[in-house]
């Protein structure tokens, strides 16, 4: 039986999706390789067959009795990645559950920044201009727009919808309600004591080389895949250093432009999933 996943975490990046992969990853039921990205979808490039080769390798140690996952935030970047919903649906088949996580969507792209920044993705800590350069930093919070083909493909239902506030104040009670989402056994997940991938544990790149090598579309969509968790965060810390967070990412000036800008994208991602992530900021600017 070839294995495909049974669930997916579609993002949203800097939202959170470690820190849920981490908890799911004990519970005995489900499996998730080390490797919580893959990006299988788009390195299948719209064949369908290549996929589910691909996810047969990438599930190859999970028992018969076992829901498989994975989390690739990439799922949720058009355009800068582009959709795959429709292929997930054509591998995975109709039955495929979804999660995404969400968050303020500008503290979103303040924590995106500060990540980039950290990586060495980004060298400009004129942060507003940066925001204005790069498409990424505001698509990947207009969730309506990236969680819309999804809902096509797969329906309402099949997506469970959650948000960082909301892991945040109750973990365990967020982790329950995914593991009977996707059908598994509930009371069986112990949480973790922190959070996955906190913005204080990043850590910057000091050599040149090695920021060439990390940020190059090679390292993050080839190599990275193929090292496990543990061994890639051990090099890291030989590789890195710590770096100061800049104590402030974006302007109030354009902290209300992106209030209004993604203002309409929070109403119809209301409409579309009934969610209400209750930020101060977006409320105020709403007519």
Not at 122 to 147: C, G, L, N
Not at 201 to 220: H, Q
Request: glycine share 6%; proline share 6%; with cysteine.
């Amino acid at each position: 039986m070839t294995r495909v996943p049974d669930f997916l975490i579609i993002g949203a990046m800097k939202s959170g999706t470690t820190t849920l992969y981490d908890d799911l990853a004990r519970h005995p039921g489900l499996f998730l390789p080390d490797d919580k990205e893959p990006d299988i979808l788009h390195h299948a490039a719209g064949d369908a067959s290549r996929a589910r080769s691909l996810y047969q390798n990438h599930f190859r140690g999970a028992a018969d009795t076992q829901l498989c996952g994975e989390a690739s935030t990439m799922y949720t970047m058009t355009p800068w990645f582009g959709d795959v919903s429709t292929l997930a649906r054509e591998v995975a088949g109709p039955h495929l559950k979804l999660i995404y996580i969400v968050r303020d969507p500008i503290d979103r792209i303040s924590s995106h920044l500060m990540h980039d920044y950290m990586a060495g993705r980004i060298s400009d800590t004129d942060f507003d201009k940066v925001v204005r350069s790069h498409e990424r930093f505001i698509s990947i919070s207009d969730y309506a727009r990236q969680i819309e083909p999804w809902i096509h493909a797969f329906g309402r239902d099949a997506i469970l919808v959650l948000t960082l506030d909301e892991l945040s104040r109750d973990r365990a009670g967020v982790i329950e309600r995914v593991v009977r989402f996707i059908g598994a056994e509930p009371g069986l997940v112990e949480v973790g004591a922190g959070a996955s991938n906190p913005r204080a544990a990043i850590r910057a790149t000091s050599s040149p080389i090695v920021r060439s090598v990390i940020t190059s579309p090679f390292y993050r969509r080839q190599l990275r895949r193929l090292i496990p968790r543990k061994l890639l965060a051990g090099l890291r810390l030989r590789l890195t250093t710590s770096k100061d967070i800049p104590p402030a990412a974006l302007s109030s000036e354009m902290i209300s432009e992106l209030a209004e800008e993604l203002g309409p994208s929070m109403e119809r991602f209301r409409t579309l999933t009934g969610a209400d992530l209750a930020s101060p900021v977006l409320q105020d600017s709403t007519p």
